[in-house]
Structure formats: C-alpha cells, structure tokens
C-alpha cells in the first residue's frame, strides 16, 4: 500500500526525522490558510498523487506570495498530471500539501528497501539527488552505493561512515547521518515499509540535513498490525479493478496490454505473460486466483478481467494441483453466463478432477476454444484477438 508525501513525513516526523513544517489543503482556501499559518515568506505548493515526476510534470511550485500560493493551488487542485509514472491517462489532483520553502546547498539520493535475495534491508545512497534513479543507475552506475543491514546488527557506525564518504559528508553532517539512518531504519522496520524513498535528502544552507521528499511503501501482508498505517489509504489513487479484486483476496495488478489472463499461482501466472509477449501480444493484467479459491471467487476474477475495456481476448490457464479444474470451470461458466462473453476466451486445464472440468465447459455450451497445453492456449487467444481487429 501506498501513501501521499505529506502522510509519510508526518509518520517520519512521528520517528524524528528532520522534515520541513506542511499542511495538507484539499480546497484553494485551505491552502491559503495553511500557508498563512506556516507564514513564509517562501512557500512550496505540491500536488498529492501517488506517483514521482510531479514537480516535471508541472504538480510542484515555489512561491513567494499568499496571492501565488492561492494561484498555483487553483491551477494544481483538480488537475491531471501525467508522468513517467502515472502512464499517459495521467492522475487528477484531489489534494495538497502547502509546505515551509527550503534553501538548499546541496540534494542528495536515499532509500531503503528490501534485498529478498539476501533477506536484509538495503540502503541505496546517490550524490545525485533529486533525479530518477533509474536514469542515474543506466547512465552513471559509479554514482550508486548499495549496502545492506544485518537485522541483528541494526544501524552500525561502519554503515554511517560509507554513506558519509559516499555523499561526501564529513564533521557535524556525519553525525547527522548517524541520526538519520537510525531513525529511518527504526521507522521502516517497525511500521513494516517495503520502500522509503528520500529524494531529495538535502543539506540546506544552514547545514542542516532534511527529508525534502518521501515516498512511502507499505507490505501489504503486515497491515493487519497497523490499523493507523491502513487507515492513510487513498482508493482514488487506486485502479478500480485493483481494488474491486482485494475484496475477494486476489492478486491481480492491472497492464497495458490486451489479453486478460486468469492463471492459478504467481509463477504461472509469469510464464503466461511471458508467453503472451513471446507470440506478439501484450497481457492486460497479471491475475493469480490462488491455491484455494472458491466457485465465487472464480467468477469475481473472471468479471474483473471482462470489466477492463482493453481486454480483446481472455486466457484462462489453470494447472490444479490443489486448485481443482472443475471449480474453476464452475466459476467461469457461472460468470460468463451473468456478464456475457463479448471477447474471444480460450482455457486451458490441466491437473486434479480435469476431465470434469472439461466436461462442465463442454456443456455449457459456451463459444470457448480448448487448448492442451500453455504454448498451444497462447497462440489461440494471440491469433484470435489478431483476427477479431
């Protein structure tokens, strides 16, 4: 789960990491008051959108007046950003943060995450602060510095000491590494983030360092242990459909493409895509309805996928080992008989009680096109929606 930037820094602050003093405004009055109560005179209008490239895309302005701020908030509030990040429909702009301008001296890149292979949270730090890292690490790799942290270690002074160097940091900033660190680290572990990105940490002109920016990522597993962190959620930054499956349990992420998939098991459900993309098409979601879903359940997934306009064609690839083949039929058969079958579906099972389950789909006398295997299942749906076009 994400969360806006003004959210995590009031959780960061929560934690004493040193942030600049904001409010948040969801009206062009309620960012002028926030800013004549923060007084200047320098003041920053931010758009809240879960997505980076903002102030790019025109969604950040500094401003040196309560008539400007009330300007850019009027501009800002309500309309849509598009950037790398939000694809090319863009996000709208439903609230704000009003924050304490800042004189910077210098912009620095940090964040933690974690490193699965290593089962370690891993600190990335870069002196160029303030761009995408991604660009950064394509382009000038050098400029990266990852290390990890031993959980039973925590923060230790040989890991302060390589940022420092890293950035270039020395004296009365190194002991302000030392704080930092600790603190972002005891904030990451104990409110269960899966990434805290700082972009830019900068060293203002005071010599102070500041969390300009936060990007906050939450495991979703573990919300169940912070019913604050739940309570930040923003549905309307969230895909529809995304949404619609988290009430049945299921792991669907929303694509581009045009394929929709309903495949049983994360890996599979990979391969499926893969395949998709092998033969010239694109997958319109990734959708894994699990080890041990119901006829229900089934059927939920299969109306998710069918709502996406961009679906041309629908793939179902089930291997039932303990997800058995005739629930899945059950459920498809049950869904397209109440939402309808615009789009060519093509189905493949293979697996435990897969005779019923092909018997169930063979008399419901649905148009359904049979495949014995994944490579045989991908290229019917790809040839299928390529001559429906």
Partial sequence: MNIHEYQAKAILSGFDVPVPRGMPAFSVEEAEKAAAQLGGPVWVVKAQIHAGGRGKAGGVKVVKSL??????????????????????????????YIEDGCAIAHEFYLSMLIDRARSRVAIVVSTEGGMDIEEV?????????????DPATNICPHHVRRVAAALGLDGELQKQMSHLLSRLYAAFTEKDMSLLEINP????????????????????????????????????????????????????????????????????????????????????????VGGSATKEKVAAAFKIITSDAKV???????????????????????????????????????????????????????????ADDLDDAAQKVVKAVKDAA
Wanted: proline residues 2%; negative net charge.
């Fill in 137 to 149: 690490a394509r382009a000038q790799p050098q400029k990266i510095l990852t290390i990890t942290v």
């Fill in 201 to 288: 940490l900068v060293v203002t002109r005071d010599n102070k360092l500041v969390c300009l920016d936060a990007k906050v990522g939450f495991d979703d597993n573990a919300l169940y242990r912070h019913q604050d962190i739940a309570a930040l959620r923003d549905v309307t930054e969230e895909d529809e459909k995304e949404i619609e499956a988290s009430k049945y349990d299921l792991n669907y992420v929303a694509l581009d493409g045009a394929i929709g998939c309903m495949v049983n098991g994360a890996g599979l459900a990979m391969a499926t895509m893969d395949i998709i993309k092998l033969y010239g098409a694109e997958p319109a979601n990734f959708l894994d």
């Fill in 67 to 96: 008539a400007d701020v009330r300007k850019e908030a009027g501009r800002i509030l309500g309309s849509v950003l598009v950037t790398h990040q939000t694809g090319a429909h863009g996000k709208q702009v439903n609230r704000l």
């Fill in 312 to 370: 041309k064609g629908i793939l179902v690839n089930i291997f039932g080992g303990i997800m058995r083949c005739d629930v899945i039929a059950e459920g498809v058969v049950a869904a397209v008989k109440e939402v309808g079958l615009r789009v060519p579906l093509v189905v493949r099972l293979e697996g435990t009680n897969v005779e019923k389950g092909k018997d169930i789909i063979a008399k419901s006398n649905l148009n359904v096109t049979s």
